[in-house]
T-cell receptor, first 117, second 111 residues
Framework: GAVVSQHPSWVICKSGTSVKIECRSL??????MFWYRQFPKQSLMLMAT?????????EQGVEKDKFLINHASLTLSTLTVTSAHPEDSSFYIC?????????????FGPGTRLTVL | AQSVTQPDIHITVSEGASLELRCNYS??????LFWYVQSPGQGLQLLLK??????LVQGIKGFEAEFKRSQSSFNLRKPSVHWSDAAEYFC?????????FGKGTRLHILP
């Protein structure tokens, strides 16, 4: 149990276009999901906390108008990179926290590789 | 604020040798601690976690970690490494509902 999927697993887009990445908890409900960004050979950096039914909480330095987060249901959060540019190329990873159980464990998706040309 | 330090960026060990990866954390209350492994281009896989109780935690793939409150450490160990253990290892702490990751330690295995 506790499987998190991401779609797509990789995407290539032209500069100026928008890209949507989905994060789904497949076998549990997740009130809270998290979005991370990872540059090559670096650690994961938390971008934002996504709460079902409310606005996302962004970390300092993350542009909320550029990285739109929607958490419309207890099993789905989406990250839209708007007007993508080459510097947005990165590995984006989401995680989900179980609604039930009170555990602080987060379950991670497999990641999405975004390349902006 | 909570933080995680992994002092070793790279570690190289011979196959069959023992391994210890260091992790130090900073957090005011009792921390929730994790070790993850990441292969190139892949997501994270949880090796083990510590929430409370026994300070020696057993994980998957023969890994274990020991929580030492007095040293604010949560070092990862394995008695005998295999070539397939070559990967990036991240220590993480949960505080205020957020996971904070260390910068990672790249493990290289010599044949």
């Amino acid at each position: 149990g506790a499987v998190v999927s991401q779609h797509p697993s990789w995407v290539i887009c032209k500069s100026g276009t928008s890209v949507k990445i989905e994060c789904r908890s497949l076998d549990f409900q997740a009130t809270t999901m998290f979005w991370y960004r990872q540059f090559p050979k670096q650690s994961l950096m938390l971008m934002a906390t996504s709460n079902e039914g409310s606005k996302a909480t962004y970390e300092q330095g993350v542009e909320k108008d550029k990285f739109l987060i929607n958490h419309a249901s207890l099993t789905l959060s989406t990250l839209t990179v708007t007007s993508a540019h080459p510097e947005d190329s990165s590995f984006y990873i989401c995680s989900a926290k179980r609604t039930a159980g009170g555990s602080n464990e987060q379950f991670f998706g497999p990641g999405t590789r975004l390349t902006v040309l | 604020a909570q933080s995680v330090t992994q002092p070793d960026i790279h570690i190289t060990v011979s196959e069959g040798a023992s391994l210890e990866l260091r992790c130090n954390y900073s957090y005011g209350a009792t921390p929730y601690l994790f070790w993850y492994v990441q292969s190139p281009g892949q997501g994270l896989q949880l090796l083990l976690k510590y929430f409370s109780g026994d300070t020696l935690v057993q994980g998957i793939k023969g890994f274990e970690a020991e929580f030492k409150r007095s040293q604010s450490s949560f070092n990862l160990r394995k008695p005998s490494v295999h070539w397939s253990d070559a990967a990036e290892y991240f220590c993480a702490v949960v505080g205020d509902d957020k996971i904070i990751f260390g910068k990672g330690t790249r493990l290289h295995i010599l044949p």
